[in-house]
């Protein structure tokens, strides 16, 4: 028999922590709106291809971590393990490069086949921003702050801190990789297996490596700071001067990389204490090469992404729900009308429970479960008199008041 439990690295997202999920992204849309993003949604799958092309042959995501699978049609198809890569294939596909720049939101479930742990699931949901056709800093200097005011907006600037780095330009870092690779192949016989996988086709990802015999390898590698181009020097120092001025708080990481070839200049992480090893809530960082190995035009870009689950464990759960609102007939006779009352008042957008059997015990009862702010109770002979008892839930304090009336007397509780 198959097992009634979810599939391992899965839940279901019960109404309290669906509030939190909810609140981190509709958070992160308000900001996105604020900031002049508009929001796209892509398929939850795509052709392999628009992962296995851009991802990487050698990374963890595509030889590990991604659901494939063969359609009835025969062919090869991933679930989204991120949202990068399905915004890049929608500017190609949609023709977008005429409106650049652009820049776009979204939000919704990824998946990747890894060992869940603490906010880190098998399907888990993003939201991110990309912005696209921007080849100067100004665009890196607002993805970082519109993500900058989405954590603080969620009220985690005390439990976060900005990482950066510089990965420089494609000659900087042809120059650099010829360096590291010449370091690294001195000293194989101390490095990790992937590491070693890693070596020809991807060494930059070798210098944030959490094998500790690779960390202390690294320690005495050729930093790439030191061989960053002028070009490249100049960009981040803009980039530094202008968050400066923005009034955000930054740590230059010289060890934080991106391990692909389209990944350029700025590189970023946001990240807590509070979540052990697994710090990092929101990353990101430029790709001017990812839409041009797509087979697109050569277009730059710079765009982030932040786990929902991961941010929600942050938050602050005590945050109570809006409280509803008991409206409880007492009699038979008293049913239909208080689910007129009730409509009248969902439509005037408060939040109403009415229960749909029980005498008034059980009903005050279920209103006090469910944290009811007040209950109107609807008796038949109050409805002859066209009045019902408003009951405030915390003080019991409780009056008669017309129905025609009921809306202005609830305004206290909206």
Not at 23 to 38: K, L, P, Q, S
Not at 181 to 186: A, E, G, N, P, R
Not at 338 to 348: D, F, N
Request: glycine share 10%.
């Amino acid at each position: 028999m198959t097992s009634l439990n979810p599939v391992r690295g899965t839940q279901d997202i019960l109404p309290e922590e669906g509030r939190l999920y909810r609140r981190v992204e509709e958070t992160a849309f308000e900001v996105a709106e604020r900031y002049g993003f508009g929001e796209i949604t892509t398929p939850i799958f795509e052709f392999t291809e628009v992962f296995s092309r851009t991802l990487g042959d050698t990374s963890d995501i595509v030889t590990k971590e991604m659901y494939t699978f063969e359609d009835k049609g025969g062919d090869q198809i991933t679930l989204r393990p991120e949202g990068t890569a399905g915004v890049a294939r929608a500017f190609i596909s949609n023709g977008l490069q005429q409106n650049l720049p652009l820049k776009l939101f979204y939000r919704g479930p990824m998946f990747r086949y890894e060992r869940p742990q603490k906010g880190r699931r098998r399907q888990f949901r993003q939201v991110g921003v990309e912005i696209l056709g921007v080849a100067t800093p100004q665009a890196d200097i607002e993805t970082i702050s519109i993500a900058q005011t989405f954590l603080e907006e969620l009220g985690l600037k005390d439990y976060i801190k900005l990482e950066l780095n510089s990965l420089g330009d494609t000659d900087s870092r042809s120059a650099y990789c010829d360096e590291l690779v010449k370091y690294l192949s001195d000293h194989q016989d101390k490095l990790s297996k992937d590491s070693l996988e890693r070596l020809d086709r991807n060494p930059m990802r070798i210098l944030d490596s959490k094998d500790e015999g690779d960390q202390a390898v690294v320690v005495d590698a050729p930093r790439l700071q030191d061989n960053l181009n002028e070009a490249s020097q100049s960009f981040f120092e803009d980039l530094c001067e202008g968050l400066t001025k923005l009034g955000i708080v930054f740590e230059h990481n010289t060890n934080l990389v991106r391990g692909l070839d389209y990944y350029c200049h700025t590189a970023f992480e946001f990240k807590t204490s509070d979540l052990g090893a697994q710090g990092t809530v929101l990353a990101g960082g430029r790709y001017d090469g990812l839409v041009g190995q797509m087979g697109g035009p050569e277009t730059p870009g710079i765009g982030w992404a932040a786990g929902v689950e991961r941010l929600s464990l942050l938050l602050d759960d005590g945050a109570e729900a809006k409280r509803p609102i008991a409206v409880i007939p007492v009699g038979g006779k008293a049913e239909s009308e208080a689910m007129v009352v009730t409509e009248m008042l969902r439509k005037k957008g408060y939040r109403v429970d009415l229960g749909y059997s029980g005498n008034l015990k059980k009903r005050m009862k279920r209103a006090n479960r469910l944290n009811a702010v007040a209950a109107v109770l609807l008796g038949e002979d109050e409805l002859t008199r066209n009045v019902g008892t408003l009951r405030n839930m915390d003080s019991g304090e409780q009056k008669e008041v017309s129905l025609e009336t009921l809306e202005d007397h609830l305004a206290l509780y909206k």
